[in-house]
């Protein structure tokens, strides 16, 4: 309808315009008419230039409406008044309205996506060819303990050599990888995707730290195996200290009254009975020990404060502590920090990481061990305990955790892994850092 108008209109003007024109031509052929003359040739050039302003007036209209669609722009559009695109301006209104209805879905969808990149646990960051960084979420920056990255090369602050390995990575190849930031040991599993907007390359990379399910299969691993092992030393164990204790009875029951009548043969052998003896119940023993990491009772859970649970365990090591000249000091952040969870067995994982560090440091001349409960910037309880003793290598650290590893002369291996399954028994961690010769630090985290 608004074209058939437009049309009506230029033709009709067209019509005008000849009709005026062959009118001014004829009389510029007479000699007379003079003041017609003027007259035809002022209309002409009048419609002439009327006509010229309304195709201007709709070519800028129509480029508004363009232009307005091309940048979403809903105050721009045709102008108003014009009878003959009233159904164009209706039209382009309802165009406007859809653009304006899927712009703000996009806006929507797009926050959505925002939000679940920043609390989805798994650390993404994705950048250009470049190194510049595009994406870098919540998850990432609590990885790498960096708040702003612009360029790939700042996450080597954190991790030193990380940035060479995200450019090196192939595409969708996994790699994991044991690195320290700051006082924390992870292993991570690092991914990548690169992938094509338009003419742009996006590198885009994902970071998991699996330090906790790598030691929840590790412990479920360890707990298998001990229980098979126990299992077969007892059953092989148990008759043979049940045999040799028959064989010295035998032996002691008819064993002369004079020993100058006993053989030499005689009295060899029973003390090689009575060594196996000994030997096969420091062995069941020795099995009894290890059958514990299988046996950690559920945690009664209850909330503890901190402060006074720490306090307990302080008087409790105090005599330990100045048979060795140790200093043992604690600090709680607040003061009314509590934890929930099983006093006894808390209690236990905390004196046998206090008992380590006074071997540690029981050598040095100033030997101080601290203990500190506090609240991270993730809203995790903390409690950790550090000592400046000799430090743990960093070839041993690793296997601290492992059952029947251990340093010490006279030690079970079995302390840090009962720690560690105890600690997994409430929800947390424990984890080391270490300097050797200068600090140790153990981290408990709830």
Known sequence: MAFNRFFRFVILQAILLAVTGTFFLWTLTQDYLLITKFTLGFIWVLQIILLIHYLTRTNRGLDNFLQ???HLDPTRGITEGDKSFDLLNLTYNEIIDSIQKVKIEKEAEHHYFQNTIEHVGIGLISFNDAGQTE???KAARELFKLEFVRNIQELNKSIPGISELLFSLKQKHSKMIKAVSGDEILKLSIRKTVFKIQDKTVNLVSFQNIRTELEEEEIEVWKKLISV???EIMNSVAPIKSLT???IKMFEKNRPSDTNEESEYNVDTLMALKAIQKR??????????YKNLTKVPNPVFQYIELKSLIHEIIILMDSELQLNNISLTSEVNPANLKVNADERLITQVIINL???SIESVNKEKNGKIQIKAFISSQSETIIQVIDNGTGIAADLIDK???PFFTTKEHGSGIGLSLSRQIMKLHGGTISVFSKYGIE?????IF
């Open 135 to 137: 994406l870098y979420n």
């Open 68 to 70: 307005s669609v091309k």
């Open 245 to 247: 204790n028959t064989m």
């Open 400 to 402: 601290i955790f492992i």
């Open 280 to 289: 096969s119940k420091g062995l069941l023993n020795f099995v009894e020990t």
């Open 354 to 356: 206090i008992k380590n």
């Open 229 to 231: 092992l126990t299992h």
């Open 440 to 444: 140790t630090i153990f981290t408990l």
